[in-house]
């Protein structure tokens, strides 16, 4: 029992941080022993000197109640004893959940107010309990229970992935329009030039009336109208994630509603040219991470996907 404290509280004595001073033993007195530690002197015929004055525990507190993870705690103590100089301190770390263990603090200079620096302590709350020894057991004086929360270390927040360019395209899918469709001229590609912005979608271009259906399952997000811009329009939200827009329908075509669960190959309108349209086309616009109302979102250039559907 005894070999294991004393292990112990070698083990302990490594991670403690020094203080100047603090375990430096004064004085030409032999000190007495801490608990634990040899008493080797009297093993080969030298008489044991022990310090006089039981030792008193004026104050303790701690520097923080409340620390960071990988932060060190401080004890601030002042211990007075009338004729020694030093006495020799244990702090009993009892972490909720876990053993407790015992630090050696060595011996602190007596009579004065300083601060010990603890060891750093993993996440959790703890009770700590100083032991002063005087020369005898009759003589131990415990101190008051101090409570220390080491908060947990902080997590780093995961910086938002951004959007990836291009998701993998489904292996199925129909295109949107039925019946004899163009691509256009390079005015209907993505990214052309438009007065204020930069074209979002791909125009198909084909007669009025054609049916546009839906070119994967999902569920409808929108059907809306913009006077000035893609007229009556439709936002699918496909069940790959994928927001898809189908602009310029025909006046009162739509033949789904908000929130309606459509199959690829449904009907969503008829091809048309409301809106901003100089003749009957489908604007067609892929969001893979949602449509404008997302955050930080944007649309990619759809006619690789069209052209896969046209061949599926
Ligand atoms: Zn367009």
Request: hydrophobic letters at 35%.
């Given at each position: 029992m005894?070999?294991?404290?004393l292990f112990t509280l070698l083990a302990a004595c490594a991670l403690l941080t020094p203080v100047a001073g603090a375990a430096a033993s004064t004085g030409g007195t032999t000190p007495d022993p801490v608990p634990g530690e040899s008493s080797g002197g009297a093993g080969y015929g030298t008489p044991l000197?022990?310090?006089?004055?039981?030792?008193?525990l004026v104050s303790q507190r701690l520097a923080n109640k409340t620390i960071n993870y990988n932060q060190h705690g401080a004890l601030v103590i002042r211990i007075n004893r009338s004729k020694g100089a030093n006495a020799a301190v244990t702090l009993a770390i009892a972490r909720s959940g876990a053993k407790t263990k015992t630090l050696s603090l060595g011996r602190l200079a007596t009579n004065r107010t300083?601060?010990?620096q603890?060891?750093?302590?993993?996440?959790?709350?703890?009770?700590?309990?100083?032991?002063?020894?005087?020369?005898?057991a009759r003589e131990t004086v415990r101190g008051g229970v101090l409570s220390l929360v080491v908060k947990p270390k902080s997590v780093p927040k995961?910086?938002?992935?951004?959007?990836?360019?291009?998701?993998?395209?489904?292996?199925?899918?129909?295109?949107?329009?039925?019946?004899?469709?163009?691509?256009?001229?390079?005015g209907a590609r993505f990214g052309a030039g438009r007065t204020g912005h930069t074209h979002e979608g791909q125009d198909v271009v084909?007669?009025?009336?054609?049916?546009?259906?839906?070119?994967?399952?999902?569920?409808?997000?929108?059907?809306?109208?913009?006077a000035s811009g893609a007229g009556r329009?439709?936002?699918?939200?496909?069940?790959?994630?994928?927001?898809?827009?189908?602009?310029?329908?025909?006046?009162?075509?739509?033949?789904?509603?908000?929130?309606?669960?459509?199959?690829?190959?449904?009907?969503?309108?008829?091809?048309?040219?409301?809106?901003?349209?100089?003749?009957?086309?489908?604007?067609?616009?892929?969001?893979?991470?949602?449509?404008?109302?997302?955050?930080?979102?944007?649309?990619?250039?759809?006619?690789?996907?069209?052209?896969?559907?046209?061949?599926?």
């Open positions: 005894r070999r294991i404290f000197v022990t310090l006089p004055g039981k030792p008193q300083q601060t010990i603890l060891p750093i302590l993993a996440a959790g709350s703890y009770r700590l309990t100083l032991n002063v020894y005087g020369s005898s995961p910086t938002p992935k951004p959007p990836t360019p291009s998701p993998p395209a489904p292996s199925s899918g129909v295109f949107p329009v039925r019946g004899a469709y163009t691509f256009g001229g390079a084909g007669d009025s009336g054609l049916p546009i259906v839906a070119p994967l399952a999902g569920e409808i997000r929108y059907v809306d109208y913009q329009y439709i936002i699918l939200r496909a069940d790959n994630g994928w927001d898809m827009m189908f602009a310029h329908c025909q006046y009162a075509s739509a033949a789904v509603k908000v929130g309606q669960r459509v199959k690829a190959g449904d009907r969503l309108c008829l091809l048309g040219s409301t809106g901003d349209a100089t003749g009957p086309h489908l604007h067609f616009e892929l969001w893979p991470h949602g449509w404008r109302d997302s955050p930080g979102t944007s649309p990619i250039d759809p006619l690789p996907q069209l052209k896969k559907w046209a061949s599926n």
